[in-house]
Nanobody
């Protein structure tokens, strides 16, 4: 059974850092693009970052220069390093996966992904 499990969320002060992990099981990460999404209370889910099979990343404008996405296919795990966090980053963060051809550009649109984790809460507050 394919499964994605996020971890690493929590409460952090403004300006702080967190590193989210997305561990997959039931399939090999190397054949999948990975997306990171978030949903704040009362808002629609938005794409934050993604990384394709070749390791090419993509970011939404609001996190460029602050967040870094990466992947370790040997560990079947993807990561989202989040620096300089602000209260506006408070949300539930989800990882998602989709099998694609090599070098297929990753997308920040949620309908491009069929496999999803349950999410991890990130709260940025003083």
């Amino acid at each position: 059974q394919s499964q994605l499990v996020e971890s690493g969320g929590g409460l952090v002060q403004p300006g702080g850092t967190l590193r989210l992990s997305c561990a997959v099981s039931g399939f090999s990460l190397e054949y999948y693009n990975i997306g990171w999404f978030r949903q704040a209370p009362g808002k629609q889910r938005e794409g934050v970052s993604c990384i394709n099979r070749s390791g090419v990343p993509n970011y939404t404008d609001s996190v460029k220069g602050r967040f870094t996405v990466s992947r370790d296919n040997a560990k079947d795990t993807a990561y989202l390093q989040m620096n300089s966090l602000s209260p506006e980053d408070t949300a539930i963060y989800f990882c998602a996966a989709e099998p694609v051809a090599p070098n297929f550009e990753c997308q920040l649109t949620d309908y491009m992904y069929n496999y999803w984790g349950q999410g991890t809460q990130v709260t940025v507050s003083s």
